[in-house]
């Protein structure tokens, strides 16, 4: 292997040695004759100018003696890399690397550095992954690049083995906003994988775009599901494109990652934010959702990873990585969604305080198939707020369900402050007061809009159903402040004929006294909700109330009453043994 465009072959005659041929790549180029020679100083002979790459070299004697030299290789000045150009400045975090082509080439190493440290160094098959036209070779790499100055280069790979770097180039890195970046967390890693990906196909139906919308996706995949489209089972991150499918090469593998890891929904997060800056995000998670006791206590849970032992996102883990996301509530990000079934609760909102400005949930199963991605991404563009966003998502998912589904949108800010006070108040005076009207109680918890999740029902309704029910001013007008506060926090909703008193919200209330898991509680620590609102205590009050005695005086020789439950406010007296 040498460096020039020319084989030269140097040599010393002697007389009456006869003919030797000279055969370059097969052919004869030149015949030498020593027939004559009475010299025997070295001489030499050039070809003409070889072309780049592997060439064969053969001397053949007149007498029939033969010299087979292994492959040569010469290596002509590289091909020239061509974009990102050298010493530029570009917008795009995602470029199209572009080089003159080698010939010959069946693949490209393309390395990519920043501090002198490779940020990617991937082979590209030519014809799958780069295309070359007119002597030009590009690939379109799937792989973010956050601000900053890079150095790039290319290796090709032909029939003869591994070829020469080619010179590098740098180039710097400046990312312009947009007014939207999309972080979709879709954990496919389980039963729903074909949804996933035909979720990913509406995404792309769509893609994004240089000013308004980024589509960012991290994709778990499960083994024995769905075999298209490579049918890769690791974890990869895409910045999903116009009519992008979702092929192996077409992402960025971060190994097998488990989706139920909070650090993991952390890690995406950072990154999207980073490389696809914007001026509002939104956070979608997808997944299947759950508020079944047998699996996560009365708690909701979500992103079930099966590759992973099982494991899933409980709401601790869920808001502890959301305060790692905002820095504790300081940038907290513009719309947080759930693509899974029977997270529109209370207790799930009280969760992304401060960390979320906008929930989009169900308090209902949903369809495998999800949100329409390419129905309401359709509309994002420059001028779309977050309450915009929230709306199309809402009406547009129910639209497409024919109208019969269930979804909201709620605010998180002041209005669920003020939500969450009205409800405290609510639980209070039914605990003090409820003592008489158990058997009322009793009717508007039965007669309350219920979800496939018979121990959740909707707020709104219960505190209708009270105050329907129970004559007692006090307790109507809490009642009356929680469908206030209820009709302010939710700012878009949509139910199906099934659920005529869905109104946007769910709260835990088992039917049966059986139900109840005294993991709810606010003493054990899992719920935010119920560590600062006396809910838990009216629903331990009410299964542990006996029914109402009623106003008047009672023999006092019963000395072996039980009182079970919490008693507190019920006013009793008498003379006592």
């Not at 547009?396 to 909201?408: E, G, P, W």
């Amino acid at each position: 292997t040498f460096d020039g465009e020319q084989v030269m072959l140097v040599y010393t005659p002697a007389s009456n040695r006869g003919i030797m041929g000279i055969y370059i790549d097969g052919a004869l180029v030149h015949s030498l004759n020593q027939y004559a020679s009475t010299l025997t100083f070295q001489q030499t002979w050039t070809s003409n100018a070889l072309g780049s790459g592997p060439h064969t070299l053969r001397l053949v004697h007149a007498s029939g003696g033969v010299v087979e030299f292994d492959a040569i290789e010469v290596l002509g000045p590289p091909p020239l890399l061509d974009f990102p150009e050298d010493t530029s400045t570009i917008e795009s975090n995602i470029p199209q690397y572009q080089w003159q082509e080698t010939s010959g080439a069946t693949k490209y190493l393309l390395e990519v550095k920043k501090d002198n440290v490779a940020v990617f160094s991937n082979w590209y098959d030519v014809g799958s992954d780069v295309t070359c036209n007119s002597g030009i070779c590009a690939t379109l790499p799937n792989i973010p690049l956050t601000e900053g100055l890079y150095e790039w280069t290319v290796q090709p790979w032909t029939s003869s083995g591994l070829r020469g770097w080619y010179a590098p180039f740098t180039f710097t890195v400046e990312v312009p906003s947009v007014n939207w970046t999309f972080l979709v967390y879709l954990n496919g890693d389980n039963s729903l994988e074909s949804a996933g990906i035909d979720d990913f196909l509406e995404m792309a139906a769509v893609g994004s775009d240089a000013e308004n919308l980024k589509i960012a996706v991290q994709f778990d995949r499960a083994d024995g599901y769905d075999e298209s489209h490579d049918d890769w089972q690791d974890t990869r991150r895409f910045l999903v494109n116009s009519e992008m499918i979702p092929r192996a090469a077409a992402g960025e593998s971060i190994g097998e990652a488990n989706m139920g890891d909070p650090q993991t929904l952390v890690d995406f997060v950072e990154w999207g934010m980073s490389a696809f800056p914007a001026s509002q995000y939104a956070l979608i998670i997808w997944d299947h959702g759950n508020t079944l006791n047998t699996v996560a206590g009365p708690v909701e849970a979500l992103a079930w990873d099966q590759t992973s032992s099982g494991d899933f996102l409980t709401m601790a883990e869920l808001s502890s990585a959301l305060a790692t996301i905002t820095n504790n509530g300081e940038t907290p990000i513009n719309l947080l969604g759930f693509d899974a079934s029977l997270m529109g609760s209370i207790e799930v909102d009280n969760q992304l305080l401060s960390y979320a400005e906008v929930r989009v949930g169900s308090e209902e199963l949903q369809p495998n198939d999800g949100w329409p991605y390419d129905i309401w991404l359709d509309d994002i563009d420059g001028t779309s707020t977050v309450g915009y966003v929230a709306d199309k998502i809402v009406n547009d998912y129910f639209a497409f369900y024919s109208n019969d589904k269930v979804q909201s949108a709620v605010d998180l800010r002041v209005p669920y402050t003020t939500l969450n006070t009205a409800v405290n108040d609510f639980a209070d005076l039914l605990i003090q007061e409820a003592g008489v009207y158990l058997t009322e109680i009793e009717s508007a918890r039965s007669n309350t809009q219920e979800f496939s999740n018979p121990n959740y029902i909707d707020l709104y309704d219960f505190a209708y159903q009270v105050e329907q029910t129970v004559a007692n001013t006090a307790i109507d007008a809490a009642a009356n402040a929680v469908m206030t506060a209820v009709n302010n926090a939710v700012i878009q909703e949509q139910h199906g004929a099934s659920w005529t008193d869905a109104n946007g919200i769910s709260i835990y209330f088992p039917e049966l006294e059986e139900n109840y898991d005294e993991s709810y509680a606010g003493s054990e620590g899992l719920l935010h909700f119920t560590a600062n609102n006396h809910w838990d205590e009216w629903i331990e009050f009410f299964y542990g109330a006996e029914p109402p005695l009623g106003s008047g005086k009672y023999d006092d020789t019963h000395d072996n009453w039980v009182f079970s439950g919490n008693w507190v406010g019920i006013p009793i007296t008498g003379a006592y043994n």
